[in-house]
């Protein structure tokens, strides 16, 4: 029976040492890119849905981040899809939910332009008029390329977009939004 020797068995070490080596930060960077997507899709399908609700059911929802019944201007909190009747961007008693989406991240952070409003507000056609604005999502990692935009129209149409051009610099759209670069 022949087994392995001492120097067949640093040469195996050594090479799955590099494999490692080289596949690690690859994997750290597929994990990031994931979360940036899921964070990015969480804020885009509330969106799709707030707007798809009040077509569907001919009335004015408002979608904002909720701290105690009313919205706030801190996107990172939950968002919650609600029919505002008297549009005091706060839940009354009387009003309807529609549905509230987690909203927590540990991988980057919402900016939205219109800081002083803090809801987005499709009427009955999915319009958002009032509402009309563009959010930028910055990753916290040095991986700027991974911020990306939404814009929500007049119409309430609602498009993604990039946060950098080809040169690395962020398009002029964002000049009230940064990622600090």
């Known amino acids: 029976?022949?087994?392995?020797?001492i120097i067949e068995l640093?040469?195996?070490?050594a090479i799955l040492v590099s494999f490692?080596?080289?596949g690690i930060p690859k994997m750290h960077s597929m994990i990031e890119r994931h979360h940036v997507y899921v964070d990015f899709h969480q804020v885009r399908k509330a969106l799709t849905s707030a707007r798809g609700i009040a077509q569907k059911e001919s009335i004015n929802?408002?979608?904002?981040?909720?701290?105690?019944?009313?919205c706030s201007s801190n996107w990172q909190q939950p968002l919650t899809a609600f029919h505002d009747r008297n549009t005091n961007n706060t839940i009354d008693d009387d009003e309807i939910v529609f549905f509230?989406?987690?909203m927590t991240s540990d991988y980057g952070?919402?900016?939205?332009?219109k800081e002083s409003q803090n809801f987005v507000r499709f009427?009955?056609?999915g319009h958002a008029f009032s509402?009309?604005?563009?959010?930028?999502?910055?990753p916290y990692s040095v991986h700027k390329r991974l911020a990306k935009s939404i814009v929500i129209s007049f119409q309430g149409r609602i498009r993604t977009a990039s946060y950098l051009n080809r040169s690395g610099r962020p398009y002029s759209r964002f000049s009230r939004l940064n990622c600090g670069i």
């Open 1 to 5: 029976m022949r087994g392995f020797t």
């Open 10 to 13: 640093v040469v195996a070490m």
């Open 20 to 22: 490692l080596a080289l």
């Open 61 to 70: 929802v408002s979608l904002c981040p909720v701290k105690n019944k009313s």
């Open 100 to 102: 509230t989406s987690s």
């Open 109 to 113: 952070y919402w900016q939205k332009s």
């Open 123 to 125: 009427n009955a056609l």
């Open 131 to 138: 509402s009309a604005s563009t959010f930028l999502y910055c």
